[in-house]
């Protein structure tokens, strides 16, 4: 082959690639995966300390099940947190935010009661997940009289109210583009202890 076939040739091979359809890159490649649908993760707030009286931060029982909260949600891209205004709703998502730097949005408990609470939780999960470019998971730190009450207000179907007990449980909503919300019920950390009655909880409890 001659230097000026040679040539010729390079001259081709740059032509070619300058004429590459502008955007093709890997990831809209066919078969590529695709961004995972960003899930919805609502639990209790952890164990409670008895003081302050007026706004409880956590037990020594409660710090550890913060750290059981990262621990379960490690394989996840939370970029969101919603929590009330009381400090333990904070304080179990404490060891993920400080993980992640996840943002933060504060739903008060007003005198108003837990129903608008709720509906304003949904509210803002619902802007925070159609956010332009947003496809992270979202975490919702709520109360045992609010935590069931989210979940259908985000499309889920109507669990009983959670037990003084119940610290463990953690319902996952995973939105589809039809409208439909599949919901999974588990547990993480300790297990809770036996609690025989349910009773309704005033809000914040």
Known sequence: MTRWTLLRLAGLLVLA?????????????????????????????????????????????????????????????????VVSHLQRTRLTASVLIARTGARVHVVPITAAGAAPHITAVADTVRAILERPGGRGSVLVVGHS?????????????R??????????????????????????????????AADASCAAMAPGR
């Open 17 to 81: 690639a300058c004429l590459r359809p502008p955007g093709r890159t890997a990831a809209a490649l066919p078969n590529m995966p695709q961004a995972a649908t960003p899930a919805i993760y609502v639990v209790r707030h952890a164990e409670k300390a008895p003081t302050p009286v007026d706004d409880q931060a956590l037990s020594a029982e409660g710090l550890t099940r913060a750290a059981a909260l990262d621990a379960a949600l490690r394989q996840v891209r939370v970029t969101d947190v």
């Open 145 to 157: 009289n609010t935590v069931t009450q989210i979940v259908q207000a985000l499309g889920g179907p």
């Open 159 to 192: 669990f009983a109210p959670l037990c003084d007990a119940q610290y463990s449980q953690i319902f996952t909503l995973r939105p589809a583009t039809d409208g439909v919300v599949s919901v999974e019920r588990g547990t993480y950390g300790a297990a809770d």
